[in-house]
């Protein structure tokens, strides 16, 4: 008897040795200690890209000069027709939030109303559009993967009231040929609820087939350039009246 318990004791020490060399020193790393959303406040570790103050992490697409969208009562609304908006700052793996809402005073149908769009390092569309009472095609309403994903459900709440998107998006990867190694996947929070759960992203959004290059030309930029490392968000002004509050993300 006393051989069999020893014999066990045994087996559990090479057991736990056996997950040790598996998992890893269970008490390493340390996760950082941080501050998580209290109040709807970004959390102690997160890039604010709008506060409600200014707009100084943001510039224009094509010419880089202060952006001419207004802000008025903490709130940022395009001004139709000044032009998109790049984030000065690049990234690629990200967690993002953003709240947005469209104009309550309903212009249009389909795509021509409230439509905006956050581009992952401006290439890959996250569509944002009044799809209140609103038929479009199905991967082009609100919480698409434009042209490519339909939302799971249409979360979208009526026209004048703010919106969010919580996003978690992880870039391209490319060998150091410009092979695609692994393509970009996006999973989508819209007002709470998962509308797109991890989904493979075919490629950039324009042009009309999707595509992976290593040198490309984002969304708008007018320029070539390496698309293999960090990135400018993008935010489109698509000429009609949404505005935004409370935008951060987090580098992953
Ligand atoms: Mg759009």
Redesign the pocket.
């Known amino acids: 008897m006393e051989k069999l318990v020893i014999l066990f004791s045994i087996f559990l020490t090479q057991l736990s040795v056996a997950q040790m060399a598996i998992l890893g020193d269970p008490m390493e790393p340390v996760p950082t200690k941080i501050t998580g959303v209290v109040d709807g406040k970004p959390p102690s570790d997160a890039i604010v890209l709008f506060d409600g103050k200014n707009m100084d992490a943001w510039e224009h697409v094509r010419t880089g000069k202060a952006p001419q969208w207004l802000i008025e009562d903490g709130i940022l609304t395009v001004k139709n027709g000044t032009g998109t908006l790049v984030s000065k700052q690049h990234f690629r793996d990200i967690q993002m939030h953003i709240e947005w809402r469209p104009s309550g005073e309903v212009i249009g149908e389909g795509q021509s109303r409230g439509?905006?769009?956050i581009f992952m390092q401006s290439l890959f569309?996250i569509?944002?559009l009044d799809s209140w009472e609103n038929p479009t095609y199905v991967n082009g309403q609100a919480g698409s993967v434009?042209h490519q994903y339909p939302p799971l459900v249409n979360a979208a709440n009526p026209p004048g009231e703010w919106q969010n998107y919580d996003i978690i998006f992880s870039a391209p990867i490319y060998d150091r040929d410009g092979n695609l190694e692994r393509p970009a996947f996006i999973t989508l929070l819209h007002n709470g609820v998962l509308v797109l759960n991890h989904v493979e992203v075919l490629g950039s959004t324009f042009p009309r087939v999707p595509e992976y290059k290593a040198t490309c030309e984002p969304y708008e930029l007018g320029v070539t350039m390496d698309c293999t490392g960090k990135l400018p968000l993008l935010l489109?002004d698509?000429g009609q009246v949404v505005s935004f509050r409370n935008i951060w993300l987090r580098e992953l």
């Open positions: 439509n905006s769009g569309e569509q944002m434009y489109q698509h």
